[in-house]
């Protein structure tokens, strides 16, 4: 099939709910997308920070097989080998009491699981969340997401329990912070709002505040988790443990699944019966989570994101001096964005011609979120076409 009838199939039989480009990828290897006409690109969007292992991942691929040949869902009525696996695979990545997990399908999901929990755990009703935040697209997550291009036109949402207070304001968070909030709940980088790192004394403050006044921190770690930042989870930047820390994305490797993970105390919240999903913690996915996490182990990937982040950073920031394009480069590890107000869409352009997908986020910032396998050439690559767009 020709992308000229795949555009006519879209067009008639599916829901034009996204702003998709003319592309459309056959398959793919590493770091590598090839379109229906055999061209190669250099992918940095990686499904949005999903495809950490980059495409067709050998151990990837054999877990699917093999777990499809042997069981690919049962209900959870039953004890799931896979899921328990997998969350002992988590457990051992997972600083602190985080040890104990609950499965989903999605980010959304995740933080519907967290924010529900909390309401539980606390007897309270009010959650605190952050202006320019993104937490899913569901009624709840999307009450929680402090961005009103998501939530027009579905007000008045799920309720008014939700407070807004702006991101890194220590000031904001003390007032907003009371005896009636269950959960405050954070980005430790908000990723739709532009690559924007949380600092450390606010997570810090946050972290005291929730002691203090009986409320839950829950962290979305769903677009920073499983190595993105150069750490198996951001909060690991900021010098904070969370009560409630929510994983989708990168969990899968590029097979749906989502998680919502907390210590044995608050997860004893849920009795049976007080949350489920069908699908989640199927064993198919749970045993594509477990390769992913040993595979991330195996192949040193957290301390590659680390390292290749921290040298493809400061090759960035060289390029940007001196150019009134790029206004900051920001980020962490491999979750690198580059502020360049109208001409990140420019750049997306100019740069899918040269054979590399970015994507914007937040209007004006150039996400860049590779696979964790991504090789220095193609960021070498990346790099020149880059610079030959700065030149011009
Ligand atoms: C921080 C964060 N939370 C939640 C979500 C929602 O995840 P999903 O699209 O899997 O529902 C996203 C998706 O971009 C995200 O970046």
Known sequence: MDIEKVRDLDHQFLFQNYGRQDLCFDHGEKEFLYDLDGRRYIDLVAGIAVNVLGYSHPAIVSTVCE???????????????????????????????????????????????????????????????????????????????????????????????????????????????????AAFICEPIQGEGGIIAAKEEFFRTARDLCDERGSLFIVDEVQTGIGRTGKWFGFQHLGVVPDIVTLAKALGGGFPIGACLTSRDIAATFKPGAHGTTFGGNPLACAVARTVIETIKAEGLVERSAALGERWSQQL????????????????????GLEMGED?????????????????????????????????TSISRTNDVLKDFLDR
């Open 67 to 181: 777990q499809a040949r042997r069981i690919m869902h049962v209900s959870n009525l039953y004890l799931v080998r896979e899921q328990a696996e997998a969350a002992e695979a988590l457990a051992s990545v997972c600083p602190g009491p985080l040890g104990v997990s609950m499965f989903c399908n999605s980010g959304a999901e995740a933080n519907e699981a967290a924010l529900k929990l909390a309401v539980k755990a606390t007897g309270r009703a009010r959650i605190v969340s952050t202006r320019n935040s993104f937490h899913g697209r569901t009624m709840i997550p999307l009450s929680a997401t402090g961005q009103p291009k998501y939530q027009s036109g579905f007000e008045p949402l799920v309720s008014k329990a939700f407070d807004f207070i702006d991101f890194n304001s220590v000031e904001q968070l003390k007032s907003a912070i009371t005896r009636d909030t």
């Open 317 to 336: 920031r060289t390029l940007a001096v001196g150019s009134d394009v790029i206004k900051e480069v920001r980020g962490k590890g491999l979750m690198i």
């Open 344 to 376: 990140a869409k420019r750049f997306q352009e100019r740069a899918l011609g040269e054979g590399v997908l970015v994507n914007v986020t937040g209007g004006r910032t150039v996400r860049m979120v590779p696979p964790l396998i991504v090789s220095d």
